[in-house]
């Protein structure tokens, strides 16, 4: 099974080769509570970017080990790609950017990034 996700305006859309998670991450990091994002992470060998990679934009801050990956037409970030200790390419999907994902159903696990 796989899902796919967009930036408002479709831009960038992506691909990933999973089931739908049943859970999802809420950061309280000054990026995340600003964005409301709802977070799943996911193998770089599982998304495939299908559309859009001259649309995006990256943007860091703090300690630079995310880039967050922003739509320059609408200013949505689907996506952000970061590296786990061990040195393995991770992407964090934004699961409102995935239409099939019904929010309201999500175990949403609060992680406090703020504190990080």
Do not use: W
Not at 8 to 20: I, K, M, P, S, T
Not at 24 to 49: D, H, K, M, Y
Not at 86 to 114: F, S, W
Request: aromatic share 8%; net charge negative; charged share 20%.
């Amino acid at each position: 099974m796989s899902y796919q996700g967009s930036c408002h305006c479709g831009a960038v859309e992506f691909a990933v080769n999973a089931d739908l998670p049943t859970e999802a991450i809420s950061c309280n990091c000054s990026i995340c509570r600003r964005t409301g994002s709802l977070l799943t992470f996911v193998p770089a060998e599982q998304f495939e970017l299908s559309s859009g990679k001259d649309q995006l934009k990256t943007y860091e801050f703090n300690k630079h080990q995310i880039q967050h990956q922003f739509c320059q037409t609408c200013g949505i970030e689907p996506f952000a790609t970061g590296r786990k200790p061990d040195g393995t390419t991770m992407y964090a999907v934004n699961l409102r950017c995935v239409p099939a994902a019904d929010l309201d159903t999500l175990h949403i696990q609060k992680h406090d990034g703020a504190a990080a």
